[in-house]
Nanobody, 122 residues
Framework: QVQLVESGGGLVQPGGSLRLSCAAS????????MAWFRQAPGKEREGVAC????????HYADSVQGRFTISRDNAESTVYLQMNSLKPEDTAIYYC???????????????WGQGTQVTVSS
């Protein structure tokens, strides 16, 4: 049974940091690209970051470039999203997802976590 479980969300002040985790089970993590998406109220779900499985090439949305870092621990079947210099506009539900390759289209991802809420507010 494929399962992705996010954790680490919460409330943080602007300029602060959070580290999200995504624990995977039911498939071999090192054979999949892993991504983070987010969705704010009234907005489309957007891709945030993605890590390929073949060469660990990493991709970031322009809005988070330089602030967020995606990483993975294949041995522990866990993907992380380190979020620094957080802004109020980063407030959203964050989802991890798995696919055969990185894409900014959420329709390409067959496996999704339940999401974790990140709120950036003073």
């Amino acid at each position: 049974q494929v399962q992705l479980v996010e954790s680490g969300g919460g409330l943080v002040q602007p300029g602060g940091s959070l580290r999200l985790s995504c624990a995977a089970s039911g498939f071999t993590l090192d054979h999949y690209a892993m991504a983070w998406f987010r969705q704010a109220p009234g907005k489309e779900r957007e891709g945030v970051a993605c890590s390929t499985y073949s060469d660990d090439n990493r991709h970031y949305a322009d809005s988070v470039q330089g602030r967020f870092t995606i990483s993975r621990d294949n041995a522990e079947s866990t993907v992380y999203l380190q979020m620094n210099s957080l802004k109020p506009e980063d407030t959203a539900i964050y989802y991890c997802a798995a696919a055969t390759f990185c894409s900014w289209s959420d329709t390409e991802y067959p496996f999704w976590g339940q999401g974790t809420q990140v709120t950036v507010s003073s």
